[in-house]
């Protein structure tokens, strides 16, 4: 049974980092084909995907976010951290982690974690 | 990246109805499309994956269909629990875009 939680800031000022873990139970990550990935929901709005990490550390970007986005896993650990740089009130969402199968879906969803910007 | 666009963006339906929620991506994204359900104030969980695959535990009311650029979420017999929203998600290409969501309540 894999389960995923989210941990993090719940309220973080304009131009700060935010710092993302997400903790894997139940699987090794190094299982051949999976990962871990981030997504997020404004309030009242659609789901955006921000990054995923595959098993071998192969990692991907959502574009347009690239330049302020870290994704990095400590397998030993069974957590994956995520990084946004220059936080802007437009963040303000809740933060999902989620695992991603062999088929590319993310089968797992952490519970979220409400993350406010607001000086 | 690839667009997303689902419809109706919302949806008044019966318990028994059959309901249909159509995805068409900007360009062909093969069987590359899951589906997902997410009720109000919950996480998203996944319904269909690469176009027609039941995900293990979704009742069988709940199917995929179609390819390339147009796709098609159906519930055969809505039920009190499916009352929620959708959403599909393209897995070819990064970013993994997703639809802007499909709002289904009761009538």
């Known amino acids: 049974q894999i389960t995923l939680k989210e941990f993090g800031p719940t309220l973080v000022k304009p131009t700060q980092t935010l710092t993302l873990t997400c903790t894997v139970s139940?699987?090794?990550?190094?299982?051949?084909?999976?990962?871990v990935g981030w997504i997020r929901q404004p309030p009242g709005q659609a789901l955006e995907w921000l990054a995923l990490?595959?098993?071998?550390?192969?990692?991907r970007y959502s574009p347009s976010l690239k330049t302020r986005l870290t994704i990095a896993k400590d397998t030993s650990k069974n957590q994956v951290v995520l990084t946004v740089t220059n936080m802007d009130p437009e963040d303000t969402a809740t933060y999902y982690c989620a695992h991603l199968n062999r088929r590319d879906a993310f089968d797992i969803w952490g519970q979220g974690t409400v993350v406010t910007v607001s000086s | 990246d690839i667009q997303m666009t689902q419809s109706p963006s919302s949806l008044s339906a019966s318990v028994g109805d059959r309901v249909n929620i159509t995805c068409r991506p900007s360009q062909n994204i093969y069987n590359y499309l899951n589906w997902y359900q997410q009720r109000p104030g919950e996480a998203p969980k996944l319904l269909i994956y690469?176009?027609?695959n039941l995900q293990s535990g979704v009742p069988s009311r709940f199917s995929g269909s179609g390819s390339e650029t147009d796709f098609t979420l159906t519930i055969s017999s809505l039920q009190p629990e499916d009352f929620a929203t959708y959403y599909c998600?393209?897995?070819?290409?990064?970013?993994?875009?997703f639809g802007q969501g499909t709002k289904l309540d009761i009538k």
């Open positions: 990490v595959y098993w071998d550390d192969d990692k």
């Open positions: 998600q393209q897995s070819l290409r990064v970013p993994r875009t």
């Open positions: 139940g699987d090794s990550m190094r299982t051949d084909g999976v990962g």
């Open positions: 690469y176009g027609f």
